[in-house]
């Protein structure tokens, strides 16, 4: 008995060094920040990751832990997800909400942000439909546009209560000018833009658009956007134009805009 206390002291003398080394791996992450803030260097790095496990492969491979080199690259799959959480909360201590056309890339986008820095996310479509028990379309043929409107403005107002969330808006969400004054509350507001054609391409097979559903077309998809035009650009912070380039361009894009905007080097529309 005595003796099994021995090792449980060994194994939490180990644990003490471990939670040293993950606080001061912590802060050289905040020093990792602060730096690419400083010199505008890309925040995200996904090689950067590649790099590290091949590094821990190397060293695990023929050695004496070889055996677990399994769990061990487990473990640092996981500090390494936290250090992105990490970086996130340094960078964006609000909500994030993503506006723009139908089309523009909304969903695709915030999948994607999460994934790079470890956010929460909420697709308000999705939210609306769960709550509802309906999808978009049956909500606007049997209560009309005027009542999904309010649930698209209940919602934002319900999601005052999170934090570091990455929300993926309804292309309608700007129809109420007061859902742009509920979404500063608390977040930045970032324009993803798409030219009508791009538009079509993306949303051609999906049935699950009311507005579309009888005006697949780019001459039904520019009227419309041009009519909404001002209410997108009032509620921006940032924009980001999707078109010709790729997710992770347009993430980085988004990133580094928000930051300068942050230090005050990018004026927010209508400051
Ligand atoms: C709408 C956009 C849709 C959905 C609803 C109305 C709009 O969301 O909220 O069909 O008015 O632009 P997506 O932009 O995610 O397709």
């Not at 977040?187 to 507005?211: F, I, M, W």
Request: charged fraction near 30%.
């Amino acid at each position: 008995m005595e003796q099994l206390e021995q090792i449980r002291e060994k194994i939490r003398a180990c644990d003490d060094i471990i939670v040293g080394a993950l606080a001061e791996r912590m802060q050289h992450i905040q020093e990792i920040i602060s730096y690419k803030k400083a010199t505008g260097i890309p925040i995200l790095q996904p090689e950067q990751e590649q790099k590290q496990t091949r590094a821990l492969l190397n060293k695990l491979e023929g050695s004496e832990f070889a055996e677990f080199e399994e769990e061990i690259l487990d473990i640092f799959k996981y500090i390494w997800k936290n250090s992105r959480r990490i970086q996130a909360k340094a960078l964006f201590n609000y909500n994030i909400f993503l506006i723009g056309f139908m089309g523009a890339g909304k969903t695709t986008i915030a999948a994607s942000l999460q994934e790079k820095l470890e956010m929460n996310r909420v697709e308000m479509d999705d939210l609306i439909v769960q709550k509802q028990g309906m999808s978009v379309s049956e909500i606007f043929d049997e209560y009309g546009e005027t009542y999904f409107r309010n649930l698209e403005s209940n919602c934002l107002i319900e999601l005052q209560k999170q934090k570091q969330t990455i929300v993926s808006c309804g292309g309608g969400i700007i129809v109420r000018p007061d859902n742009k004054d509920q979404m500063k509350k608390n977040g930045r507001v970032v324009l993803l833009t798409a030219k009508p054609e791009t538009v079509l391409e993306r949303v051609r097979d999906s049935d699950e658009r009311p507005l579309l559903n009888n005006n697949m077309n780019v001459d039904f998809i520019k009227k419309l956007m041009e009519k909404r035009r001002e209410r997108y650009q009032e509620a921006a912070d940032i924009t980001v134009s999707t078109d010709g380039k790729t997710t992770s361009q347009i993430c980085e894009e988004i990133i580094s805009k928000l930051i300068a905007l942050d230090n005050g080097s990018l004026q927010a529309p209508g400051a």
